[in-house]
């Protein structure tokens, strides 16, 4: 954290930690859907035992439109409301869903919802794993209530004041960057030291420390394997606490990118939070071929962002990052809109390699000054082995910070 705002930190949170117990929070490894523990399938449905008799339903109720939130590991989505009808699907912890209608039986509320998905978009699921207020699956559900602390956060001037540091990665890959060689605990040092370098050499301007999620990584085919719920809060309240921002991104995959962006919007209810796009990776061919993402997509993503902060009343301005280093990543680049406030769109020069040849791509990137909010990518060296990518050398922050256009966000893989 910059010198210039930890006082501020150390008194806000040394009187909101009276409130607070159990803020601990043990990370959990990363699971796809179908490798789950049977016996967290078990959890899901073994209890309620419908027999295929019991297809009746006893009650009915039309619901006005409501949403709730998963609560167990994984959750099967139904074709009707019982236990012996065809799954379409399943949803994780903490998935965002909208309930429009309810089926009761004699113990048993089954919803019927509307959630994002590439092939349905309706189906049943039971209400005993859902909950009404995502807070309460968190470790420390009063963190975020801290006014002076969200009011940091989202201070409608917060990116004109500071310059972002981040720290790039997944949590249990230590290839994908920084954020998988290190705990939380020893990250989030690391992090405010370098943000301190930058700090004395930035002027009038203050900086901030970010981490940077790989929340969705593209598998073969264009699969997504997403980070599970706990391990993500667990993140973003270390973060909070700490006065870091967090940032997570979605790879796209096979997938179109407003449902990408759709999974991750429910995290914006956390002040600290921003959301990224990496179209390099929006492909069903990851390793092969480089992804895009057009004008109009970006666009479309910004809208479906700005609607859902206005409708749910969420505060401040939210970074929208995306990457580039190929000028075919973003196909008509000249029609992409700034215009989306309270949506901050972060037009990023990603790639590895020599100063020179990165400085090249950012200036080739400045040229889009429909988007003259810029960042820059750095990757630090981990290991020579094939496949391992790294900046040589790696650029001094002297050297950064004399970049034009100068970045706002500065991340480091």
């Not at 039986?105 to 189906?123: L, M, P, R, S, V």
Request: net charge negative; proline share 5%; glycine share 6%.
């Amino acid at each position: 954290m910059s010198r210039k705002v930890f006082v501020f930190f150390c008194v806000s949170l040394l009187v909101f930690a009276v409130s607070l117990t159990g803020c601990g929070q043990q990370e959990k490894l990363v699971q796809s859907d179908s490798n789950l523990d049977k016996s967290a399938q078990v959890a899901t449905e073994g209890k309620e035992n419908i027999s295929k008799e019991e297809t009746g339903k006893d009650i009915t109720e039309n619901t006005d439109e409501k949403v709730v939130f998963i609560s167990t590991s994984k959750l099967n989505v139904r074709s009707d409301s019982n236990a012996q009808s065809e799954v379409l699907g399943s949803l994780v912890k903490g998935k965002e869903v909208k309930v429009i209608d309810e089926v009761k039986h004699e113990e048993t509320t089954w919803y019927k919802i509307q959630f994002q998905n590439a092939e349905n978009n309706e189906g049943w699921i039971l209400s005993q794993y859902t909950v009404k207020d995502i807070n309460v699956l968190l470790a420390s559900p009063t963190l975020f209530e801290d006014k002076d602390i969200n009011d940091y956060f989202t201070s409608p001037t917060l990116f004109d004041d500071n310059t972002i540091i981040a720290y790039y990665g997944h949590p249990n890959s230590k290839i994908m960057g920084i954020v998988g060689r290190h705990s939380k605990e020893k990250l989030i040092p690391l992090l405010q030291k370098t943000t301190e370098r930058y700090d004395s050499l930035n002027g009038n301007k203050s900086v901030i420390p970010a981490i940077y999620l790989v929340y969705g990584t593209v598998q073969p085919g264009g699969e997504i394997l997403r980070i599970n719920f706990d391990l993500v809060m667990s993140y973003i309240e270390s973060a909070y606490k700490n006065g870091v921002l967090i940032y997570l991104d979605h790879q796209i995959g096979k997938y179109s990118p407003v449902d990408a962006i759709n999974e991750l919007l429910p995290f914006l209810k956390y002040p600290n939070v921003h959301l990224a796009l990496d179209p390099e990776w929006r492909t069903d061919k990851p390793m092969k071929e480089v992804g895009y993402l057009t004008a109009a997509e970006l666009n479309e993503v910004q809208k479906t962002m700005r609607e859902y902060i206005i409708s749910n009343e969420i505060q401040g301005k939210r970074q929208l990052v995306f990457h580039q280093f190929l000028d075919k990543m973003i196909q008509n680049i000249t029609a992409v809109s700034s215009n989306y406030d309270p949506v901050l769109l972060v037009h990023n020069t990603s790639g590895w390699g020599s100063p020179d040849l990165k400085i090249a791509t950012h200036t080739r990137n400045a040229k889009a000054i429909n988007i003259p909010y810029k960042g820059f990518k750095l990757w630090y060296f981990y290991s020579s082995k094939p496949g391992v990518h790294f900046d040589d050398p790696l650029m001094t922050p002297e050297q950064v910070l004399d970049l034009n256009p100068k970045p706002g966000l500065i991340i480091y893989q």
